[in-house]
C-alpha cells in the first residue's frame, strides 16, 4: 500500500499514515525501514505493509517511496 505520513507524535515515537483507501494506519518507529524516524515529516510519502497489533491493523515495513 502507499500514503502519506498524515501525524507524528516524536516523543512517543509513533504515528500514523493516512492510506491510499482513505484509513487511518497507526505505525511505530520500530516498524520503519531504512528511515530515521527524526527525520520523517508529515506529508511525506511512504509505501508500507500491514499487520494485526493489539489495538487493530498497523503499519509494517515503511519505506519512503522515491517521487
Known sequence: MTGTIKKLIRDRGFGF??????KEIFFHRSAL???D?????EGS???FGT???PKG???ANVKLTKD
Open 17 to 22: 499514515i493516512s492510506a491510499e483507501d482513505g
Open 33 to 35: 525501514e531504512g528511515i
Open 37 to 41: 524516524f527524526d527525520a520523517i515529516e
Open 45 to 47: 510519502s511512504v509505501e
Open 51 to 53: 499487520e494485526s497489533g
Open 57 to 59: 491493523p498497523r503499519a
